[in-house]
């Protein structure tokens, strides 16, 4: 089955600085690729994903970068503010259309990121 | 607010006790996933499904069961609990059965004494 390492598993970073949380995933087949950012006491919330088929995503702060080759994915979040700080988990699936069912996200062990004022 | 509601939001019970843990999902979702959050063995698929039918499964103990019913919602059963299934366990839900967002509720906390 697949198996996703993430790395750092705790990150602080001064206010306004970036912030990089790297994911390597095991199965070749993984096409899929969310970030989970949460919060305490809550449940974890879709931040950004990004499919195979492209190399970079981006969301105003918040980017993605997939290395198909090397199976790695990363989480870069710049000009860091202090409500970033949160646990942040990335995930790999496979999606292989409607008419199969959903292979199961396979989520790293997190990363605790402190926003340092 | 993911719009997917779990409750309860705590539950504290003994050894050897059986809960249920309750999910609805958003409107308009027909996918349930169930997932066991621990210190140290991060989120844990356990058991998905989709319009009422078991689709896909996890690493769910046997003396964990679940399903799905018409208008949806889900239940998670866990019976002849043990310390070590003390745990965050949340559900999420996605529109159809292989659709990749998923959404998550709030989660419930358990604590076995």
């Known amino acids: 089955g697949e198996n996703v390492e993430q790395h750092p598993s705790t990150l602080s970073v001064q206010e306004g600085d970036s912030a990089v949380i790297k994911c390597t995933y095991s199965?070749?087949?993984?096409?899929?690729f969310p970030w989970y950012k949460q919060e305490l006491g809550k449940g974890p919330q879709l931040i950004i994903d990004i499919r195979s088929n492209v190399g970079e995503k981006k969301d105003q702060r918040i980017a993605v970068t997939l290395n198909k080759t090397a199976k790695h994915f990363s989480l870069h979040i710049t000009e860091t503010q202090p409500e970033d700080s949160a646990v942040y988990f990335c995930a790999a699936s496979q999606l292989r259309g409607a008419n199969f069912g959903n292979e199961k996200l396979t989520f790293g062990t997190g990363t605790r990121l402190t926003i340092i004022p | 607010d993911s719009g997917v509601t779990q409750t309860p939001k705590h539950l504290i019970t003994a050894t050897g006790q059986r809960v249920t843990l309750r999910c609805s999902p958003r409107s308009g979702d027909l996918s349930v996933y169930w997932y066991q959050q621990s210190l140290d063995q991060g989120l844990q698929f356990l058991i998905q499904?989709?319009?009422?039918?078991?689709?896909a499964k996890g690493n769910i103990l046997e003396r964990f069961s679940a399903q799905q019913f018409p208008d949806l919602h889900s239940e998670l059963n866990l019976s002849s609990l043990e310390l070590g299934d003390s745990a965050l366990y949340f559900c999420?839900?996605?529109?159809?059965?292989?659709?990749?967002?998923?959404?998550f509720g709030p989660g419930t906390r358990l604590t076995v004494l």
């Open positions: 199965d070749s087949a993984s096409n899929y």
């Open positions: 499904y989709y319009n009422g039918e078991e689709r």
């Open positions: 999420a839900s996605t529109k159809g059965p292989a659709t990749d967002t998923q959404y």
